[in-house]
């Protein structure tokens, strides 16, 4: 099985922190090349010093279309392409009933979670993966599979973005594969309300006895990149700990 990566370039957005900071290490320690992308240089700047690869950082909030094109063009002038993208940055402004979600919420939700990797992958698509091919890897969460109480909104976007994860991967077959992550608790800052206050508890109810770490998810993403994964486009891997499979 090769999950080696050399000679590719990889595009993270969302990699300052979290599931895509230990995405880009991952994919840097399989032999890519990774540009990271997120709102804060510092943030990036401190991720980017702790992986030991090729590797730049480009700030640009995800979901500004003028800030991604200028992220992608920057990816091709310092590594030559894109090959690999990874549609990571997500936001959830809201936890509540689903009717009470403000416009501009909803709005920054939407734009962020469902429209930005649109605009990312049409970006990568045209600089480079419509030429060369490459593979999308898109982060969902279980909770486009589910239901779940005040975050009815965030996990619409999740389900669409999974819908989107296939509508893509017919379009631009054969050339360009197109994949989702969907992880289900996962211990990094933006699900620290989830599971800080009673982590303990909440792994017990997993089938797998353990909540899921960043790690967990970047080696499923480095997968569905590689090789390895060369036949398989289109799908949602759900990576869980089991919890989905019965509704713990």
């Known amino acids: 099985m090769d999950l ?13 922190k979290g599931i895509g900071a230990a995405t880009a290490a991952a994919l840097a320690a399989s032999g890519a090349a990774v540009m990271l992308s997120s709102r804060k240089l510092d943030a990036l700047e401190l991720a980017a010093a702790a992986i030991d690869g090729d590797t730049a950082v480009f700030a640009a909030n995800a979901g500004d279309p003028d800030a991604a094109e200028a992220c992608v063009a920057a990816t091709v002038d310092r590594f030559g392409a894109v090959d690999i993208l990874v549609n990571n940055a997500a936001t959830n402004p809201y936890y509540g009933p689903t009717l009470d979600i403000a416009d501009s919420q909803f709005d920054k939700t939407v734009l962020v979670n469902w429209k930005g990797p649109l605009v990312w992958s049409r970006l990568v698509w045209e600089a480079s993966m419509r030429d060369r ?3 999308i890897v898109n982060i969902s969460s279980v909770g486009g599979l589910s239901v779940e109480p005040g975050i009815g909104i965030y996990n619409g976007t999740k389900a669409a973005l999974i819908h989107l994860t296939r509508t893509l991967a017919a379009e631009l077959a054969p050339g360009v594969r197109v994949n989702a992550v969907a992880p289900g608790l996962v211990k990094t800052d933006m699900a620290r309300a989830l599971w800080e206050a009673d982590e303990e508890a909440i792994a017990r109810r997993m089938p797998l006895k353990r909540l899921g770490e960043p790690s967990d998810i970047a080696h499923a993403v480095v997968f569905l990149a590689s090789d390895a994964a060369s036949w398989i486009t289109g799908q949602t891997l759900v990576v869980d700990g089991g919890v989905l499979m019965r509704g713990a």
């Not at 370039?9 to 969302?14: K, R």
Request: glycine residues 24%.
């Open 4 to 16: 080696r990566l050399d000679g590719k370039v990889a595009l993270v957005t969302g990699a300052s």
């Open 133 to 135: 091919g490459g593979a």
